[in-house]
């Protein structure tokens, strides 16, 4: 058994849900052994203000809509918050990162990530202004 890791550095992206899948996969393809077929990669995001989900890759009113929910169930300018400091997006930014949470596990399948036909690794972005997000990506193979 052996472990392989590299830390990604993703884009600033927008406020929203963006697909981040092949920033991953070419990662694994630059970190893996050429021939590595199975594994377990994990995926840890370093942030409070972020998340990592997986989801439909097709369509993007998925993205578009799952924002919009995360929007309602968890809203900014909120009076009743005390988390304030950083700017009013930034509590419902940590709420929707504990919800959604900041890692996953994926199936290494013949060097690639074993998704579904309609999966993708998906990059939620909660602050109006963030930075670039910091990816470590550990695979076990």
């Not at 996969?25 to 995001?45: C, E, I, R, S, Y």
């Not at 989900?53 to 009743?80: C, G, K, S, Y």
């Not at 005390?82 to 290494?108: N, W």
């Amino acid at each position: 058994m052996a472990f392989y890791q590299t830390i990604v550095t993703l884009p600033v992206q927008t406020r929203g849900v963006h697909i981040i899948t092949s920033h991953i996969q070419q990662a694994l393809d630059q970190l893996l052994p050429q021939g590595t077929k199975a594994g377990l990669v994990n995926l840890f995001l370093q942030h409070t203000s972020a998340s990592l989900t997986i989801n439909e890759n097709a369509d993007p009113d998925v993205r578009l809509d799952t924002e919009d929910w995360l929007n309602q169930v968890a809203p900014a300018d909120q009076a009743h918050y005390r988390h304030t400091l950083e700017g009013s997006d930034d509590l419902p930014a940590h709420f929707k990162s504990m919800m959604l949470g900041v890692s996953l596990d994926i199936p290494l399948i013949n060097g690639r990530l074993g998704l579904g036909t309609w999966q993708g690794v998906y990059l939620c972005e909660h602050r109006n202004h963030a930075g670039n997000r910091r990816l470590i990506i550990t695979v076990n193979v």
